[in-house]
């Protein structure tokens, strides 16, 4: 359940209808659910494995499962990836907390879309601004982690987030009843594959990754936490399930709202920014349901952000300890803190980095940290080890082992080259 609450996120409420829309909507939901079968699977179960098998953070678990520090570049190439994911991250956090103030304050009432739209224009024209609500994103964090209050909030988000489900489910109801509604639902669930191109399938494979947190080490810190009885399968299955129907039902919500109201599916990221207020007011108790769901938003993003910080702080405190100048972990979350502020300024200030850090993650640095790891798995430890954690009783799973080696060893690690130098334009 905390990697479900640590997949679930900015990812699948904003980032998935925002790619969706621009990928085609329909062609692109198939091979979403195609690549989080072939490629999302395989990769939860193979960081679980790293760091369950290791019992170590992405910091020693290479070095501990190949006795020597020849992978330890990938530790450091996952850290730059949720680096510069927190830059837009944070910044996207901040438009939540903005849109729970704005809801707060009646801004929206009455407002067509042509006026959501330029409310968002004039939002985040307003450098200033963006940077400060960022800030209040990056402080909010920072303090949780500093004061290790992390446990409380999961807590919490333990009861917020399936009411953010509930919530999810009713809008997606009121939705359905607007007015050319059923034009959104085919175009989020009719696929269209005339608009299948290289750059739909990579953009489809990035946003599998980004959504379940996948190829920045995160999962290898969770796989070290989990007894040793846990099911990898299983949990994997769960995970996955989980982070795809809240994607789904993102989509459920955003793309009939979008024909029913005018917008274009293709807007970009300010898609689900400029829509969602367009729903609240079609809907009873529009003042209330639009603060508490920006709210639970909020808090979907903090326990990613929360994660996400966590994981670069640990990592810190862990590759300095043996150095001349360790630092102690109020230090490193203050180094985080500065590193952080630097990437969100430069992403609001600097729209194509916005733009450019999302991709550069998602469709670059992420498959290629994922393939590094199917490889290290497949290829480079023992295959006993991996069929023992995978089939531990004599049932139909024994099958399991040989079909999983098989798909690390040759089917994910070509379909990644494959998919990434065609989605780059060079083959
Ligand atoms: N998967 C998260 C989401 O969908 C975003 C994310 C990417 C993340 N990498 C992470 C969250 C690492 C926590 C830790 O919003």
Known sequence: MATAGSAVGLGNIWKFPYIAGENGGGVFLIIYLVCVLLFGMPLLITEFYIGKHSG?????????????????????????????????????????????????????????????????????????????????????????????????????????MPLLLIMMILMAGRVLMLDGSSTGMRFFFQADFSKLTPQVVLSALGQCFFSLSIGMGVLITYGAYMPKNQNLTTTSLQVAVIDTIVAVFAGMIIFPAVFAFGFNPAEGPELVFVVLPAIFEKMSFAWFSSILFFLLLCVAALTSTISLMEVVVAFLTEATAHTKHPLDRHK??????????????????????????????????????????????????????????????????????MVYIQIVRYLVPLAIIAIFLNGIGIW
């Not at 949720?82 to 901040?94: A, E, H, N, P, Q």
């Not at 450019?356 to 199917?374: G, H, K, R, W």
């Open 56 to 160: 170590k953070s992405a910091f020693g678990a290479f070095r501990a499962l190949r006795n020597n520090g020849r992978w330890q570049w990938l530790s450091w190439l996952c850290m730059l990836t949720s680096l510069i994911i927190m830059g837009f991250y944070f910044v996207v956090t901040g438009w939540c907390f903005h849109y729970v103030v704005a809801a707060l304050t009646h801004t929206f009432k009455g407002m067509d879309s042509a006026s959501l739209t330029s409310h968002f224009e004039a939002f985040s024209s307003n450098g200033l601004l963006e940077l400060l609500y960022g800030f209040i994103a990056v402080l909010i964090t920072a303090c949780i982690l500093w004061f290790d209050v992390n446990k409380g909030i999961e807590r919490l988000s333990k009861i917020l």
């Open 332 to 401: 490193s979350v203050i180094v985080v803190f500065v590193l952080v502020m630097a990437m969100i300024s430069a992403c609001i200030f600097l729209p194509y980095v916005f733009k450019e850090s999302d991709v550069v993650s998602s469709c670059i640095l992420m498959p290629l940290n994922a393939l590094a790891m199917v490889l290290f798995v497949g290829w480079f430890l023992p295959k006993k080890d991996i069929q023992h954690e995978l089939c531990k009783h004599n049932d139909w799973r024994r099958y399991l082992p």
